[in-house]
């Protein structure tokens, strides 16, 4: 069992920065494939970045590449979403996800989903 927990969500200029965590419990952290996910209302999820287990594979969503950077310390137990030059169309509900295993975009294929944490970019 995995509980996640996000935080570092906030309302931003457009342009802006923000970083994101995602904390999880347990001991085996680093066996666990990362996502971070968002939804905005009206819309579907969208996947938005993913590491692996040991951190030396990245994958980004269309609209983020270039601008996101996920990373993962694994003795803290940690997963981070750097969040560059954002748009009003980051505008959402953040969440990260976590699978054993690799790591895959199909967000439907993580067991464990943190609350999530809201990104408002104001234009």
């Known amino acids: 069992q995995v509980q996640l927990v996000e935080s570092g969500g906030g309302l931003v200029q457009t342009g802006g920065s923000l970083r994101l965590s995602c904390a999880a419990s347990g001991r085996t952290f680093s066996t666990y494939a990362m996502i971070w996910f968002r939804q905005a209302p009206g819309k579907e999820r969208e996947f938005v970045a993913g590491?692996?287990?040991?951190?030396?594979?990245?994958y980004y969503g269309a609209s983020v590449k270039g601008r996101f950077t996920i990373s993962r310390d694994n003795a803290k137990g940690t997963v981070y979403l750097q969040m560059n030059t954002l748009k009003p169309e980051d505008t959402a509900v953040y969440h990260c996800?976590?699978?054993?295993?690799?790591?895959?975009?199909?967000?439907?294929?993580?067991?464990?989903w943190g609350q999530g944490t809201q990104v408002t970019v104001s234009s």
């Open positions: 996800a976590a699978r054993q295993g690799s790591i895959v975009t199909v967000i439907d294929h993580y067991d464990y």
């Open positions: 590491i692996s287990a040991s951190g030396g594979v990245t």
